[in-house]
């Protein structure tokens, strides 16, 4: 029992740190630690350089200068003058200059050393060694730099310096170079880890506000930290792309449910005008040539109602997107115009059409001469007979690229119901009585908004007892969607 616990607690500390490998903090912080590391290690090693390196340097060319007067020294009193002055330098106290002068068979003539190096010199004549038996300046054992050179006659010659002070100062360095790496070690790691902790938390943040909506709560956003950095500017799109989501899940649902209840009563009184044709036998022709075209009249509206959802849904998906060329809206708007022209005379109105210039913006031509029409026959049909309704088509202002207004002399549409008329199905009750299915405006809306423009809805005549409305398309300059 006890080693099957021991094996138990080893499996879970070995689940624990394969969790802690694999969390992205952990692996932030190793990658901070490791560039913070890195960093100082150099800014180390140019200190080194420029410290021990220095005195190393400056020592080899103080010896180099030696050796240049102790070769015109043996040049100008021979020998036995070398030999007083390397006996004499050599004979100084605390000195911390190494000198000997040998035969070719090794006997010493002069110096402070017992005996030649065993080290090899390099290529330069220069040998690094140990000084076994000389205490040096600290009276301890240290270590050696000198050069080396055959005088004429083959003596030996050495000159060095005792390295001692400078070993003590390389170990010192190199100590401290190992708590500074060790300290940057434990900060970098802190820190790291502090930093990864604070977008970890925020990343937990999205990442909860996901789970709660993939549990059915469409309302929860993620939050921000008003920083205004990647995460905030982050955090804003996604809850700008889940507030377009749930806009949509909503619409869905409106759209079930209003097609559920507005197409129902069309498709009783369907059923039951052919059930009625059915049940009354009759050998009148006209009567049953009524009852089809009555029939036909109700599926074309039903067909109406479908088309409009279609459009809408394609406008919404942005597919048409990828069919957009430059359009002449002024071509747009007067199509628009001889369409409904006959219509709005055969009620006694009166439509104005007014062409201010004649911009261009990219789009579907198609859709946008739907969306005219589309206000268009929203103006004709609730504006009273004798009314007026206008049609203009303005050019670039500040902030846009081209305007198209409709405006009539209806009885407008109150402020607080404007951003609830453009949902699906949704009619005001003054217009029960007409005929529609309240799919035009979201139409029109769906249009609008694939093509980045604003639709905006306002009276046309302010403070009049019908103060009408007036729908304005307005475009975005190009850049700006």
């Not at 989501?245 to 069309?266: F, K, W, Y």
């Not at 599926?299 to 406008?315: C, H, K, N, P, Q």
């Not at 001889?338 to 004649?358: F, H, N, T």
Request: proline share 5%; net charge neutral.
């Amino acid at each position: 029992m006890r080693h099957e616990g021991v094996v138990g607690g080893l499996h879970s500390c070995l689940a624990v740190g394969l969790r802690l490998v694999r969390a992205t903090a952990f692996r932030l912080a190793l990658l901070y630690l490791a560039m913070f590391v890195l960093s100082v290690g150099m800014i180390l090693g140019v200190v080194y350089r420029t410290t021990a390196g220095f005195l190393e340097g400056e020592i080899g060319e103080t010896i180099a200068l030696e050796v240049a007067g102790l070769q015109d020294h043996y040049r100008g009193y021979g020998l036995p003058g070398l030999v007083d002055v390397v006996r004499t330098r050599s004979a100084v106290p605390n000195n911390n200059s190494i000198y000997l002068l040998t035969t070719a068979a090794g006997v010493i003539l002069a110096g402070n050393l017992s005996g030649w190096p065993a080290a090899v010199p390099n290529a330069s004549g220069w040998t690094h060694f140990k000084v076994a038996d000389y205490g040096g300046v600290t009276d301890r054992p240290s270590t050696a730099q000198a050069i080396t050179f055959t005088l004429p006659g083959q003596f030996r010659l050495l000159v060095g310096r005792d390295m001692s002070e400078i070993d003590q100062l390389r170990t010192r360095m190199f100590r401290s170079l190992g708590w500074i790496l060790g300290s940057t070690a434990l900060l970098g790691l802190g820190g790291g880890l502090l930093m990864s902790r604070g977008a970890m938390r925020r990343i937990e943040a999205i990442n909860r506000t996901t789970r709660q909506i993939m549990s059915g709560d469409l309302s929860d956003r993620v939050p921000r930290f008003g920083g205004g950095d990647e995460m905030d500017r982050l955090a804003g799109n996604l809850n700008a792309m889940l507030d377009r989501i749930e806009r949509l899940m909503t619409g869905m649902r409106q759209v079930t449910d209003s097609v559920a209840h507005d197409l129902r009563t069309p498709l009783s009184r369907l059923r039951s005008r052919i059930e009625l044709a059915l049940l009354h036998e009759t050998e009148d022709a006209e009567v049953y040539r009524a009852v089809l075209q009555d029939t036909i009249v109700e599926a074309d509206r039903l067909l109406a109602t479908f088309t409009a959802l279609l459009s809408i849904a394609e406008a919404e998906s942005g597919a048409k997107r990828q069919d957009f060329v430059m359009v002449e809206l002024a071509e747009v708007v007067e199509l628009a115009a001889d369409l409904y022209e006959p219509v709005a005379d055969e009620r006694g109105q009166r439509l104005s059409v007014e062409i201010r210039a004649k911009p261009t913006v990219r789009g579907n031509g198609q859709l946008l001469a739907q969306a005219v029409s589309n206000l268009l026959d929203n103006a004709i049909k609730y504006t009273p007979d004798g009314g007026t309704i206008s049609l203009v088509l303005d050019g670039p202002g500040p902030g846009r690229a081209a305007c198209i207004d409709v405006a009539d002399s209806g009885p407008g549409i109150p402020p607080e119901m404007r951003d609830k008329v453009l949902q699906r199905f949704v009619r005001l009750d003054a217009a029960r009585a007409s005929p529609g299915n309240g799919l035009g405006l979201s139409l029109v809306d769906a249009v609008a908004t694939l093509h980045g423009a604003r639709l905006e809805l306002g009276e046309s005549a302010p403070g009049q007892p019908a103060p009408g409305l007036k729908v304005s398309l307005v475009f975005p300059p190009d850049g700006r969607r």
